[in-house]
């Protein structure tokens, strides 16, 4: 069944190449309203060609830029698929070296890329998906599966209409498990499925000193710096060995399985690298932890920035009344967000001198997305990519959250396996954007593979 | 010889106001241009004033504002008297209840006060000076001891001029003592002589971790977070005594002597009502120091800025590569900047993690400034204040630097004597700046008695 669809894939591949360069032809950004129209019409590009493939497609107006939802095939197994077509915008446009919306296919050292806005983040990536099925309906007439293709348009800005939308289509999106393309390659030969994505759980603290700024000279000595509170705070937040102190932190933190350690030990990650690239030498989380583990699997708090008097040029000996710090916890497993929060909470009034105030503002708090990877469509698909890739394919997790995938668990009740083919010099969001044509093809071989696999 | 000389100034109270009511309508604001005639004008006013009571005085011009000195007296005896005849910008000028240099005497319910800019700050007290001269020529014909009157105009604007005029008029202007008049009263009934002004050092600490910002996701917990660092160094600056830590930094820090606690004692102080004024209650200086010991006589370690990260509004999971504070010590005694500073940022240095990197950046270290009130001339002087005001005048602190008493130290080697009498109700800086007519009147007699005790 699959040989002669892959054979298809390899014969058709400059025809792909033009459809999506047609694609990325339309500047579809959906940050600039400018650009509202240009959406619509990339969103009726795809339902014409999902109509032209033989799915039943339809553009649904949002208040702001179209969902597509295209239905295809039929079975047991409903799979699924998520993409989108809006992109960032394009400025500066100067440092571009050919105009973002005119794509093209360029010879580099590494091979041929296709050049352009959104070549990569994410049209090219969603093209993978929907050519694996146009080959395979072009070889069998017919989908190995029953098949929806979601593709949003607002990605790009925060995706206001994503959730009302799943609200208000429970139905039509519902499926047993939710394929997302918009994630990169662990490195050149090596794919990655990812099933761990860290929550995460904003809180801004201010600490209120003297009502009102005073001369340092005058009331340095007397009156209470809530700067200095503030620091003792934050200060104690981590032990001596980079682990949180908050009460019950570590509730709901699991440890990885021996299993997923030994596939992360055979990446063979070179977190030397990793830590150069940014001009550091010393991993900087857990004592004992690696980074890969530090950073895939294991709960963090980070400052994101503080404040409080004056931070011009120069001097000023002001006792300022009020500090700020905007403090984020990186969640995992099972750890309860909410209850964190609490516990922060009590730690922190705890250690607010009499004199002060204290004041929390929550910025989001979601817990971590760890999928159920003991449904054995996740190491069948694993093992679909390891037969396309040179090396084998791994679990890996995020370290950041992808909101996506937690509004399909949370709203959609799917788990979610994201898989994509980009390379981290795609320059995603930058001027010079690329996507190789090495992704894009063995990207539309990896999914052919894993539709056979899980169908 | 005294009497007769109070007697004078009693009745000649109503000539008085007028000569500052003239002085008052000269706008003479020295940190705009465009009142550079003014302030020659209000130079150019004393002059004539000094000139007309028998002083050699002459305006002696500079890059900036001019300065004016007079000479009088003569004998083994002599003083310098320091004032300056510039005022503050007058902004908001809608905030007045009347012109701001048409300057009249208004009733209050706390009695009759003298309206505009520069009725407190300086020229009104300036003038109680003058005024006592004019008081003891017209009733002896000549001064109780040989006097330099000084006075700038460039207070108000960080006095540019005054380092480097002083230098080149070392012979001009070195006497045995200065006095200096442009500061409050304890209280209503309680007169002040500082004679301990504490020093300042100043410096600004950054950290740099990354040489980027990164994503907290997907470095967080692998990458040094340069404000966990910074919050680190600076909760370690003070112990649970509140006592800075920097080592040998109590080097050089006296207790004050049973003599002056006793003085200090006696003032009263509202302790509560001072906190209270800031939304405060409870001291955060060192334990066991009461809050007048801890603003005028102890030594501190102030924060006075933070930054790092993002500060606006919202959130951003940002990790930083930066991260600054400003952190300054006021100093007593003896203490040495130079050394502190050393002493600090090896301390800091020692905190700083292998991946880190600390920038110092010094702003400003200057000593105490501590007169040697073993000169009978210090006692003299109180004791004659104490005659004049309701309530035993006593030595004060102060818990910011002023300036021109470090400069009369290190450039002319003279002790100086602060005394001053206006009211911290006196709305210097503000709209509506007043003087009240019994600080005037009873300014005036108290360097008449001063000038007697010192002759």
Redesign the interface.
Known sequence: MLDPVLARIDADMPQAIQRLLALLRIPSISTDRVHAPDCEAAADWLVQDLTDMGFQAAKHPTEGRPMVVGKGGDGERHLLFYGHYDVQPVDPLHLWNRPPFLPEVEETSNGPVIRGRGASDDKGQLMTFVEACRAWIAVHHRLPARITLFFEGEEESGSPSLRPFMEANRDLLTADLALICDTDLFDRDTPAITTML?G?L?E?VTIT????D????????????P??V???I???L?DGNGRVTVPGFYDGVPEITPGLRAQWDGLGFDEAG??RD?????????AG?G?LE??WA?P?C??????????GD???????SK????V?F?LVGQQDPLRIRESFREMVRAMV???CQVEFHG??ASPASVMSTADPAFEKARAALSEEWPRPAAFTG????IPIAGYFKTILGMDSMLIGYAMDDDLIHSPNEKYDVRSFHKGIRSWARILAALA
Do not use: C, Q, W
């Open positions: 860290r995460l904003g801004e000193g003297p009502r009102m005073l001369h340092s000279g005058m009331y340095g000595g007397a009156a209470i710096n700067i200095r503030l620091t003792r934050l200060s104690s981590h990793f830590l940014v001009g550091l030498s010393v991993p900087a989380g857990e932890r980074v530090s950073i294991r963090t980070e400052f994101n920035g503080i404040s409080g008097g004056y931070a120069g001097f000023k000996t002001v006792l300022p500090a700020t710090a905007k984020s990186r001198p009499a004199d910025h989001g995020s370290g950041g959250s």
